[in-house]
């Protein structure tokens, strides 16, 4: 077996391990002094496990990306309105550690829209086939992260809402565009990924949930 060969059969192993590289040595790092140098590469970060996500789904076409497009253009829309008009959210603004912005919005959020729509769409879809309950089960898990990573947020310079509030508004309004997403992804694309997308999770669940218990 060559190295492509060898490369190609573990590819989901080492994806794995790439993920839980990237969040352990950033948790570490944030830790021990550097949270100025780890915080700023989020945007790395992200790219990296879309990247991941991108080289695991079998026979990639453009028909895919197109369909991953979704809602990465649904998440900056709502997250535009949100931004601007304090709509479907609430009022908030983004601070300095996501990257580029449009409209006041990160690209890199976008990013994480289409992540996490893949990723919670990939765990559920093992054991639900309805689209309907899938879409439900699905975006109930993206509201669960989002109640974590709410807690980081601020904290990180990630986002921060008016009067430091995180309002009932917020939740609501993730789990409708979620929702709609998860209808579209369940019905239209059916390469999922279980185990790259349960060691997502589970590295994203560990990094926020870490630093929710611990301040720094």
Not at 141 to 170: C, K, S, T
Request: glycine fraction near 8%.
């Amino acid at each position: 077996m060559n190295f492509a060969e060898l490369l190609n059969r573990y590819k989901v192993e080492l994806s794995i391990f790439t993920v839980w590289l990237f969040h352990v040595s950033a948790v570490i790092g944030i830790l021990i002094g550097y949270k100025d140098w780890f915080l700023p590469l989020t945007p790395l970060n992200l790219l990296v496990c879309l990247g991941l996500i991108l080289w695991n789904i079998p026979a990639l076409k453009i028909q895919d990306l197109s369909l991953l497009l979704v809602p990465f253009v649904l998440g900056m829309v709502a997250e535009i309105l949100g931004v601007n008009y304090g709509l479907i959210f609430g009022s908030y603004d983004y601070g300095a550690n996501l990257g580029w912005k449009f409209m006041g919005v990160p690209l890199t959020i976008g990013m994480n829209w289409t992540i996490l729509v893949f990723i919670t769409a990939s765990i559920v879809q093992r054991w639900v086939k309805n689209i309907v309950l899938g879409a439900l089960l699905a975006s109930a898990l993206m509201v669960l992260l989002d109640l974590v990573i709410e807690i980081v947020a601020p904290r990180f310079d990630f986002w921060e809402f008016d009067g430091g509030e995180v309002p009932l508004q917020n939740f609501i309004g993730w789990f409708a565009v979620a929702f709609l997403a998860q209808l579209i992804h369940f019905r239209f694309f059916k390469k999922h990924q279980f185990k790259l997308s349960v060691g997502i999770a589970l590295a994203f669940f560990f990094f926020f949930g870490f630093f929710a218990v611990v301040e720094i």
